[in-house]
């Protein structure tokens, strides 16, 4: 459900450094509100130096009519607060400082760092994403991915090392960890802070998995030249939201990540500030926006349908609407 946040799990000492970090920056009523609020460590949300990318991109936004996620609250000064706290880890300068402290963590206590969303959520994450590519390698568009036989997945495992993964956003790389696990062998891993892939970089060496290429790269402004056929992004939408120019730079990350996503491959968003089908909604205005500036027939097409989207997260009632305190939704690429 929009507005309620996945409280992480318990953190090793690597996340009260991180936290600590920013003391100075925020009262302990704020960090109260952002210890409540805020349950995703990722890695985007930089300022761009491009102005009339981002300008184009506002003028977009203007037109296409984009509704942002709700955030609910009743409490006026609480929300300011959250806003506040939310915009400044929407900022490269929060996640290049926690990094940079998770890193000298591991390097003197080898810590990992958080898992955030949690580990079972991760496992969810790459074994329904596992299920959905063996599915689409088989020729079958998938309705309920969560009910597929396990036989069927392990007879098509052969299918896993022809799929090009790639992680947005991939922070200490452990998501990328979990893939490899399930037999994709094709990672690579991207994230604008440098101190997050050299964690990531450093984990992923000791824990057995050196062919998972990490690189450093900000997907609003991405220097890759190459498609993927796989896209991942585990809270890196959401953190781009909490930017003080969230809106606008989304509307950006939607341009970049289309550039990404091979044709017919696949992209797969994990967010606890949107719901399945805030997303949904998100990439039709997209689909429409870009549809609307095509002078090509074939652009005519939209980029990006729904596929699919988990169902095996816990759920509740609220405001009269069932939701989960994560979505995770696929997207073909058209």
Request: glycine content about 8%; charged content about 25%.
């Amino acid at each position: 459900m929009a507005g309620i946040r996945l409280p992480p799990e318990d953190s090793e000492l690597s996340s009260q450094q991180s936290r600590g970090a920013v003391s100075d920056l925020v009262s302990d009523d704020e960090r109260s509100v952002a210890a409540d609020s805020w349950s995703i460590k990722s890695d985007y949300g930089s300022t761009l130096d491009d102005d009339q990318r981002q300008t184009d991109a506002a003028d977009a936004l203007s037109a296409a009519n984009f509704r942002a996620p709700s955030d609910y609250s009743s409490d006026k000064e609480e929300a300011d607060a959250e806003e506040a706290v939310q915009s400044m880890l929407g900022l490269q300068s929060y996640w290049d400082t926690a990094y940079a402290d998770e890193l000298t963590n591991f390097r003197e206590h080898g810590h990992a760092g958080e898992v955030w969303f949690g580990a079972d959520v991760m496992e969810v994450v790459a074994s329904w994403t596992k299920s959905l590519c063996i599915d689409i390698s088989q020729g079958r568009l998938p309705n309920h991915v969560d009910d597929i036989k396990p036989e069927l997945v392990e007879q098509g495992d052969k299918y896993l090392s022809t799929w090009s993964v790639l992680d947005i956003g991939t922070g200490n790389g452990l998501l990328l960890q979990e893939l490899a696990k399930l037999g994709f062998s094709d990672l690579t891993g991207t994230d604008y802070s440098e101190g997050a892939v050299q964690l990531a970089r450093s984990l992923s060496d000791r824990d057995g998995f050196p062919n998972i290429s990490f690189l450093v790269d900000d997907v609003l402004e991405t220097k890759l030249e190459r498609q993927f056929q796989l896209v991942m992004d585990k809270g890196t939408l959401d953190a781009i939201g909490l930017h003080p120019d969230g809106p606008v730079k989304r509307m950006m990350y939607w341009d970049s990540v289309s550039r990404l996503v091979a044709s017919g491959g696949i992209l797969v968003i994990t967010s606890c500030n949107s719901t399945k089908d805030e997303l949904v909604q998100e990439v039709e205005s997209f689909n429409q926006r870009r549809i609307g500036v095509s002078q090509e027939p074939a652009g005519r097409d939209p980029p990006f349908r729904f596929l699919n989207h988990v169902r095996s997260y816990p759920t509740f009632m609220f405001g009269g609407s069932v939701g989960s305190r994560v979505a995770t939704v696929a997207f073909l690429r058209n």
